[in-house]
Nanobody, 115 residues
C-alpha cells in the first residue's frame, strides 16, 4: 500500500515562494510517474506539473517559468518549488503517484496567496 503525505503549504503574499513536499511510503516511488495537481474552490482538479520515472517533465502553461517539479528517489519525495506566486495559484495542492496498476493521491495541502 502506498501513502502520500504532502506538506509545505501555507499563506504567502503575491510574489512570494513556497516549496511543497510529498513523501511517499512503499517501494514503487522510483518506478512511478509523479505529479502535482491543484483544485480551487468550485473548480475541477487540474494538473500543475508531472515528472515521469525517466525524468521527463511537463508543466501547465499557467505555471511555466514559475514552478519547478523535481524528485529525490533516494528519499521517496516529490517537490514543487513555487516562485512568483499569484493569487490565482490559491488552491489545495495534491500529489499523485501513477504506477503500472494504480493511482494514489495524497490528502492535499492548502496554498493561499494574498494580493
Amino acid at each position: 500500500q502506498v501513502r502520500l503525505v504532502e506538506s509545505g503549504g501555507g499563506l504567502v503574499q503575491a510574489g512570494g515562494s513556497l516549496r511543497l513536499s510529498c513523501a511517499a511510503s512503499g517501494s514503487i516511488f522510483s518506478s512511478s510517474s509523479m505529479g502535482w495537481y491543484r483544485q480551487a474552490p468550485g473548480k475541477q482538479r487540474d494538473v500543475v506539473a508531472i515528472i515521469t520515472r525517466a525524468g521527463s517533465i511537463n508543466y501547465a502553461d499557467s505555471v511555466k517559468g514559475r514552478f519547478t517539479i523535481f524528485r529525490d528517489n533516494a528519499k521517496n519525495t516529490l517537490y514543487l518549488q513555487m516562485n512568483s506566486l499569484k493569487p490565482e495559484d490559491t488552491a489545495v495542492y495534491y500529489c499523485r503517484l501513477s504506477s503500472t496498476f494504480d493511482d494514489y493521491w495524497g490528502q492535499g495541502t492548502q496554498v493561499t496567496v494574498s494580493s
